[in-house]
């Protein structure tokens, strides 16, 4: 065998669909574009959404609603989960990934789900009204990131 002999498999190689070149190629004249009209020409054919002049679909509908810019998306934690950290610690956003408790947000939010009978200093960047009573009751404090 020689490197001359090498071929592709059958059926791997597709031949190419040459167009507008003459009767014989069998895509000759119009090259499988039909005849006359809009999409026969070069450059032809209508911009997608285009319903023949009336009014598009898009046009018709309303609007509704809008995407705040000042929108702030927080990882949430329930007191219950905070119990698990030793008496006297101080939770940091980074102290609860590490654990697994939130994922990749940037905000962490401290909510009041659960009891919490350890002493803490929890930082966050939101607390809810229930989370800071809960945490004052057991002895911790609050601050806010």
Do not use: C, W
Not at 18 to 32: C, L, Y
Not at 118 to 127: G, P, R
């Amino acid at each position: 065998m020689k490197i001359s002999d090498l071929k592709p498999a059958r059926g791997a190689v597709k031949r190419r669909k040459i167009v507008g070149k003459g009767p014989g190629s069998g895509h000759g004249k119009t090259a499988t574009r039909g005849n006359k009209g809009q999409n026969s020409r070069t450059g032809g054919g209508v911009r997608m959404g285009f319903e023949g002049g009336q009014t598009p679909i898009y046009r018709k509908l309303p609007i509704r609603g809008f995407k705040s810019i000042d929108k702030r998306i927080f990882d949430v934690i329930n007191l219950d989960q905070l119990a698990t950290f030793e008496n006297g610690a101080t939770v940091t956003p980074a102290d609860l990934k590490k654990k697994g408790f939130i994922g990749g947000g940037e905000l962490v939010k401290v909510l009041g789900g659960g009891e919490l009978k350890t002493k803490l200093t929890v930082k966050a960047h939101a607390f809810s009204g229930s989370a800071m009573e809960k945490i004052k009751a057991a002895g911790g404090t609050t601050e806010v990131l």
